[in-house]
Structure formats: C-alpha cells, structure tokens
C-alpha cells in the first residue's frame, strides 16, 4: 500500500481481555517498529523487527505483551490481560533499512482499557 | 545510553514570528537525527533529516543542522504560520529510534 496501516484504529476492552493490533508495513520495507504514546506523552519504543534478524524486544513493558511478524510483512502486537496503564496509543513505522533513513508512521491505533 | 532532549512546551509564538526549538542529544556512535512533526489529530510525519556531522535538512520552510561538536540538531523556522501549529519531535537513529518528549508549538493569528 502507499502508507503503513494500522487496524484497528480505535479498540476500548475490558481490563483482563486480550487484544491484538495489526501493522501493513509499506511493501518493500525490511524494517518495522511498534512504539507506545500515552497521553501527553512522547513515544516509548516497545519492539523492532528487521529482516529475518532476531527483533529487539528490549522495550516490551511486561510478558503480557509480544509481537510477531509474518513472512516479512504483516505484524500484529498482542497484549494479554490488559490492564488501564495499558491504555495508549499504539504507533507502527516502517523503513527501508536500519533506523538512518528515518521511518514512515502509520495513523496508530488507540486503545482504552476500562 | 542513547538518548534526545528537546526543551518543553508549549512554545506560544504570533504569526511571522521565529522559531527556534532546541534538541540536543546523546549517542554512543554518529546517529542520523530527525524532526517529526505531529499535527492535531494526525499521524506522526518525518519532517526533516540530516544523516552526517554538518548536513542541514530543510522542509516546508524548517531547517535544522547536525552539529557534532554541540550534539545539538536545534528546529528553525523564519517565520511561522498558523498551519504550523503542531507537536515537534526530534529523534536520532540507529537501528532503531529514540525520541524526543516532544514540544508542542501554537501559533496566533
């Protein structure tokens, strides 16, 4: 596609379910990322996958969140029995390569745990 | 580690005037640097970018120079507009980003 895409865009769950976010990258990019933005906040890196290296999931908060990305494209981020803190949005980017070339962000999708 | 400081906000500017948003930062290695810039109810969009010491990136009127010796990546703009209203990230990168808090810019008529 011509922009990296996020569904859903907005998903309210209740505290204890689990949820999954969905991330297209753009075709063609060897890289993507997963980063949290709360609420006046700037944006906290959760995972980074790059080709069919290991990814770096240095910035996962807790074991209740994980991510995976199929066949070099599609990527879903899971959080399992979410709790409020978790309540953010969450942005995917995609790039070229390593992180030199800047990234391209998609329009996120917002996630409310009540 | 690495790491990027950008000065807080809001940042209250009328039309026309100068902009001026500092971003310095901390790097292990030589990073490229980044502006984003988030407006109101939209998507974070890549401004401007500067990938070695002493490249100036330019955009829609913004420049910002990779300066090694300051670590600094400071935002400038002559003369704002109305439709710059936004918040403004800086950001360095590796193999992956490492924002800045972000600042938030109005711009009065």
């Known amino acids: 596609g011509a922009g990296v895409s996020q569904s859903p865009s907005n998903k309210v769950t209740e505290k204890g379910k689990d949820v999954e976010l969905r991330c297209d990258p753009i075709s063609g990019h060897t890289a993507l990322y997963w980063y949290r933005q709360s609420l006046g906040q700037g944006l906290e890196f959760l995972i980074y996958f790059q080709g069919n290296s290991a990814p770096d999931k240095s910035g996962l908060p807790s074991d209740r969140f994980s991510a995976e990305r199929t066949g070099g494209s599609v990527s879903t981020l899971t959080i399992q029995r979410t709790q409020q803190e978790d309540s953010a949005v969450y942005l995917c980017?995609?790039?070229?390569?390593?992180?030199?070339?800047?990234?391209?962000f998609g329009q996120g999708t917002r996630l409310t745990v009540v | 580690g690495d790491s990027v400081t950008q000065m807080e906000g809001p940042v209250t500017l009328s039309e026309e005037a100068f902009l001026t948003i500092n971003c310095t930062y901390t790097a292990t290695g030589y990073p490229s640097l980044f502006w984003y810039v988030q407006y109101p109810g939209e998507g974070l969009q890549l401004l401007l970018k500067a990938t070695k010491a002493d490249d100036k990136g330019s955009n829609k009127g913004f420049e910002a120079t990779y300066r090694k010796e300051t670590t600094s990546f400071h935002l400038e703009k002559g003369s704002v507009q109305v439709s710059d209203s936004a918040v403004y990230f800086c950001?360095?990168?590796?193999?992956?980003?490492?924002f800045g808090s972000g600042t938030k810019l109005n711009v009065k008529p």
């Open positions: 980017a995609s790039s070229l390569e390593t992180g030199g070339v800047g990234a391209f």
């Open positions: 950001a360095l990168g590796f193999n992956k980003f490492y």
